[in-house]
């Protein structure tokens, strides 16, 4: 079993800035993919940003510019850094990891939710 905790949600003006942080924890062997998706009321659930092991990224058009996503691969951490906020960000945003879990001859693939942080931004 694979766990994914987020941090950093809250309230926020627009123009603001907001950093969500999500860490991967239990047996993990390696995590390749790792990404921020939300969900504002009745709308679907959207990719904003994605991350490899290695370093590349991939944004959702609306957040180009003002999102950034990145890892940290040793603590098994994601975080997206959030500025120029506007109130169409609003929404729960849910942390997302693919990878392999248990040990090297015993290999099972994964695929992880967190539970989901409030992002609101208002006046």
């Known amino acids: 079993q694979v766990q994914l905790v987020e941090s950093g949600g809250g309230l926020v003006q627009p123009g603001g800035s907001l950093r969500l942080s999500c860490a991967a924890s239990g047996s993990i062997f390696s995590i390749n993919a790792m990404g921020w998706y939300r969900q504002a009321p009745g709308k679907q659930r959207e990719l904003v940003a994605a991350i490899t092991r290695a370093g590349n990224t991939n944004y959702a058009d609306s957040v180009k510019g003002r999102f950034t996503i990145s890892r940290d691969n040793a603590k098994n951490t994601v975080y997206l850094q959030m500025n120029s906020l506007k109130p169409e960000d609003t929404a729960v945003y849910y942390c997302?990891?693919?990878?392999?879990?248990?040990?090297?001859?015993?290999?099972?693939?994964?695929?992880?939710w967190g539970q989901g942080t409030q992002v609101t931004v208002s006046w």
């Open positions: 997302n990891a693919e990878g392999y879990s248990g040990s090297l001859f015993s290999l099972r693939s994964f695929g992880s």
